[in-house]
C-alpha cells in the first residue's frame, strides 16, 4: 500500500511517516511537504520514504496524491477540507489529527460525495481527538444504550511550575490559542451549547493523580453524538486538564490581548496581536524538560446493559518513543493516523463516507496495533450505578 502524509515532515507529521514507514505491509511513503529539505532529509533516514513537494492549488495537490492509497492531512486543521476534495479526486481513502469542532462540520458536507466514490474518511484520528474517540466506542460496544460520554485530556507535570521559565506550548500554538478563547460547544440535555472556553471545570481522580478540567473547543462533541444518536445520547462534553506551566502563561497573554485578532496600529503598521504571538511562540525552542510528566486520555461512558446502569472507564496512559526521541504527546498524535490509513488503506474501514474515527476504524485491529506500540488500552466497568 502507498500512503501520503500531508505535512510529514513537520512536528507530529514526522512520527506520522516514521510510524508508517517502519509498518509491514507498506510499500511507499510518501512526504508531501513544502519544506522539501525538511522532507528530504526525514526521508534519507528512512525506507521506502519519497518526497513530493505540491505545486500550488488543487491541481497541484491532486497530483501529489496520484496513485496513494490512504492519505493523512497532519498539516493545518485549516486544510482538512481542500485535502479531503483532493483525495476525492485521487481516489483515495483519508484521515487527519484532528479539526476542533466547527472544521469537523464542516467535513460531514462531503460525507455523500464520499460514500458515492466508494472512498472512506475517518477524521480527527490523532490522540485526542482519536485515541479518546476509540476509548469511547470500546465503551459504548458494551452498551445497549448510551446516555453520556465524557472524553478528557489529562497531563500531570513531574516538576513544579517555574513561573520565570520559557513558555513554549504544548502542541501548535494556533489550535492552543483556540482552545483558549474560542466557545466550547458541548452536546448538553440532547443539544449543542457553546460554553465558555476554560469554563466547566471538573476535577478528575485519576491514578496519577488529581486534575482539574475545563472545557475547550474540541471536536468530539462535533462527532460522538452523530455516531451514538441511535443510542439515545444525550451529553457528550470534552475538557482538557494541562500543568499550570502550559495554562497560566498563556492566560496571562489572552488576558492581555495578544491572543487578539483586532488589529493594532504600532509605528504606523496595523499589526494582528495573534498572528505576532503565533509567530514568536515557535521561536522559545524546546520545551524545558519533565520527564516525569504523565499524561492519561478517558472516556468516562454511562449507560444500560440488560436493564441495569452501568459506568465503563476507559482510558490509555500515553507513552514516549526514547528511538525517535519524542514526548508522548508527539508520539501519540502521531502514530494513531498511521494506524488508521493502514487499516483504511487494507479496505478494513467500517463503513464508507465520513465520520469520527469511532465508527469508521475497527476497534481491535487499532487497539492491538497501538499495543504493539507501548499504548496499551485499560477499561474499567463498574455497574450497576444507583
Known sequence: MNIAIIGGAGGMGRVTTR????????????????????????????????????EPGHEGLVAALDGCDAVVNAASHRLNVPVMRAC?????????????????LQQYELDAEFQAAGLVAAMSMGAAPGITNMLA???????????????????????????????????????????FTVPAPQFIDGEARDMPAGGGAKVYHLPE??????????SEPATLPRSYADRGIRSVEWRLGLPPAHTLPLRALVA????????????????????VLVAVLPRQGGAPEDPGALERLRAHVVGTRGGERVEIDADLPLTQCAEWGTDSGTYSTGVPPSIAAQLLASGQA???????????????????ALASRGMHAEIAVHQPLA
Open 350 to 368: 467500517l463503513r464508507t463516507g465520513v465520520g469520527g474515527p469511532e465508527v469508521i476504524v475497527p476497534v481491535t485491529p487499532f487497539f492491538a
Open 256 to 275: 492581555s490581548g495578544m491572543a487578539s485578532s483586532e488589529p493594532v496600529r504600532v509605528n504606523g503598521h496595523d499589526v494582528i496581536p495573534r498572528d
Open 19 to 54: 510510524d508508517a514507514a517502519a509498518s509491514d505491509g507498506v510499500d511507499e511513503v510518501r512526504i508531501v511537504d513544502l519544506d522539501a529539505d525538511a522532507a528530504s532529509a526525514l526521508a534519507a533516514e528512512l525506507p521506502r520514504a519519497s518526497v513530493v513537494r505540491p
Open 137 to 179: 466506542a470500546v465503551a459504548c460496544a458494551e452498551l445497549d444504550t448510551v446516555d453520556s460520554i465524557e472524553v478528557l485530556d489529562a497531563v500531570i507535570s513531574g516538576r513544579p511550575f517555574d513561573p520565570d521559565e520559557t513558555f513554549v506550548p504544548a502542541y501548535a500554538p494556533d489550535t492552543l490559542i483556540d482552545e
Open 88 to 104: 476525492l479526486e485521487a481516489r483515495c481513502h483519508y484521515t487527519d489529527l484532528g479539526g476542533l469542532y466547527h472544521w469537523a
Open 209 to 218: 493523580g488529581d486534575v482539574e478540567c475545563v472545557y475547550t473547543i474540541h
